[in-house]
Nanobody, 120 residues
Framework: QVHLVESGGGLVQAGGSLRLSCAAS????????MGWYRQAPGKQRELVAT???????NYADSVKGRFTISRDNAKNAVYLQMNSLSPEDAAVYYC??????????????WGQGILVTVSS
């Protein structure tokens, strides 16, 4: 069974920065896409950024130019550098892996979520 563990969240002032990390443990043959999503109170979960095996990145318009997603395949980890944070970025952030197990089945796993709070 694969588990994702997120870290790096917390409270930051508007204009500040945070770096989220997410690492996988368990039996993984290969990881395809990695991504970050977020859910603010009363809102639906939304995509923040994704990164493919080849390094292609996709960002939500609201974070372009401020957030950077990266991955370390050797560590089965994904990161999200968040700069110029605003109160609108406050949410619970979830990492997501789409991977293949050793039976060559495609699977998906979510982290437990980590809270990011931005004070104005």
């Amino acid at each position: 069974q694969v588990h994702l563990v997120e870290s790096g969240g917390g409270l930051v002032q508007a204009g500040g920065s945070l770096r989220l990390s997410c690492a996988a443990s368990g039996s993984i043959f290969s990881i395809n896409d990695m991504g970050w999503y977020r859910q603010a109170p009363g809102k639906q979960r939304e995509l923040v950024a994704t990164i493919t095996t080849g390094g292609s990145r996709n960002y939500a318009d609201s974070v372009k130019g401020r957030f950077t997603i990266s991955r370390d395949n050797a560590k089965n980890a994904v990161y999200l550098q968040m700069n110029s944070l605003s109160p609108e970025d406050a949410a619970v952030y979830y990492c997501n892996f789409r991977y293949r197990d050793f039976d060559y089945r495609n699977r998906e796993v979510w982290g437990q979520g980590i809270l990011v709070t931005v004070s104005s």
